[in-house]
Structure formats: structure tokens, C-alpha cells
């Protein structure tokens, strides 16, 4: 999964914006995701985005797409002590995801 | 409904032993996926199954086999154990209208080889 890369940690205060970005390689069309995963646990699917898309709204999450960059970022909105965990994006290939490395995302009070 | 269930949690080996990993898919779904996920690695996908056929799968050796019943619940099998195969095993379902771009992971089994 090294073609989808992503920067591995982000702290942010609660209350505030967190952003999360990757890359990917992949050029035709095809499905991008974002997946959370806390301590022992396994992955959560948080949201996806086809790649015709430029942004996709659901609660506190804002996934915003530049195709042309091959740039997916995920916006929380009002960042919560729950929300950390590590959050990995994934683009789709054949029947297959290809994951990034994570970006461990830490909320300080 | 009920989600990917993955039995066992936890499962200690020694090296040279076979072990067994089973997945129940979320009721309906018949398409079903692993992946291996360690610290040095990352998440790698092994192998995806649906209607009892192999359609994809990853790079890794032939040690690493499945399969895939009518029920649609899925086995993977390691032989040979090495230490290297220490890992978190993720199972992932997806349904059958929406296998395109959904898939629902269960919660792993850690497997830690000695």
C-alpha cells in the first residue's frame, strides 16, 4: 500500500478543525476512503468518495478531492477526544483496497 | 444487524505450526476480503473472495491460503509458521450491491507467533 501516502501524526486541541491529507496514485476512476481505527480495535469506514467527486459532506466530516493532484484531505469538524485514533485512507483497485500508513491523530484538552 | 465477526481475538503459535482464522460476513454480503496489518508493514491485502472463487490476491506466499464456504463465511490458513507472520488478520465484508465501494471490517485476529 506504499502508493497512498499520508503525513503519520497530527495533535490538535479540542474543539478545533483536524485535517488529514494523502495522495494517491492511481489516475483512472476509482473509489477513495477514509477508515478509523482505535487501540485494539479494527477498522471503522467513515466515509468514501468516488473520484469524479470534489467534496462529500457527512456530519463533521468534510472529504475534499483534487483529482488533478491526486489529493484527498478529511476535514473533522469540532474535533473531539474521541476522535483519536489512527485514520487511514485507501484507494480501491480491482477488489482491493491499498492503504496508506495512517496518520495518528492525538486531541489534546 | 449483526457486523464481520472474527474468531479467534487472540491466538498464540509457535513457529513451524499451521493455524486456522475464521470470518462471518455481515448477514447478505458475499464478498470477502483479507488483509494483514503489522507495525513494519502496514496493511496489505492477502486475498478477496466472492460465491466461493478467489478473484484477487496479494502478494504473498503460497503459505498463505483461504477459502471460502456457501454460506459465505470465509477461512484463512497459514502454514509453517514464522515469526514474521505476527500480525493483526482483518476480515472485511462487502454487499453484494454496493461490492464496488463498500467494505465493513471486523475486529482482527491478533496472532503472535514464538
Known amino acids: 500500500g506504499e502508493d497512498v501516502e499520508q503525513s503519520l501524526f497530527l495533535s490538535v486541541r479540542e474543539g478545533d478543525s483536524s485535517v488529514i491529507n494523502c495522495t494517491y496514485t492511481?489516475?483512472?476512476?476509482?473509489?477513495l476512503y477514509w477508515y478509523k481505527q482505535e487501540p485494539g480495535a479494527g477498522l471503522q469506514l467513515l466515509t468514501y468518495?468516488?473520484?469524479?467527486?470534489d467534496m462529500k459532506q457527512d456530519q463533521r466530516l468534510t472529504v475534499l478531492l483534487n483529482k488533478k493532484d491526486k489529493h484527498l484531505s478529511l476535514r473533522i469538524a469540532d474535533t473531539q477526544t474521541g476522535d483519536s485514533a489512527i485514520y487511514f485512507c485507501?484507494?480501491?483497485?480491482?477488489?482491493?483496497?491499498?492503504f496508506g500508513a495512517g496518520t495518528t491523530v492525538t486531541v489534546r484538552a | 444487524k449483526a457486523g464481520v465477526t472474527q474468531t479467534p481475538r487472540y491466538l498464540i503459535k509457535t513457529r513451524g505450526q499451521q493455524v486456522t482464522l475464521s470470518c462471518s460476513p455481515i448477514?447478505?454480503?458475499?464478498?470477502v476480503s483479507w488483509y494483514q496489518q503489522t507495525p513494519g508493514q502496514g496493511l496489505q491485502f492477502l486475498f478477496e473472495?466472492?460465491?466461493?472463487?478467489?478473484?484477487n490476491k496479494g502478494n504473498f506466499p503460497g503459505r498463505f491460503s483461504g477459502r471460502q464456504f456457501s454460506n459465505s463465511r470465509s477461512e484463512m490458513n497459514v502454514s509453517t509458521l514464522e515469526l514474521g507472520d505476527s500480525a493483526l488478520y482483518l476480515c472485511?465484508?462487502?454487499?453484494?450491491?454496493?461490492?464496488?465501494?463498500?467494505?465493513?471490517f471486523g475486529p482482527g485476529t491478533r496472532l503472535t507467533v514464538t
Open positions: 468518495i468516488f473520484s469524479n467527486m
Open positions: 448477514s447478505g454480503h458475499r464478498s
Open positions: 485507501a484507494e480501491r483497485r480491482d477488489y482491493k483496497l491499498s
Open positions: 473472495y466472492f460465491s466461493e472463487t478467489q478473484r
Open positions: 472485511a465484508s462487502s454487499p453484494i450491491d454496493r461490492e464496488r465501494y463498500e467494505q465493513y
Open positions: 492511481d489516475s483512472s476512476s476509482t473509489y
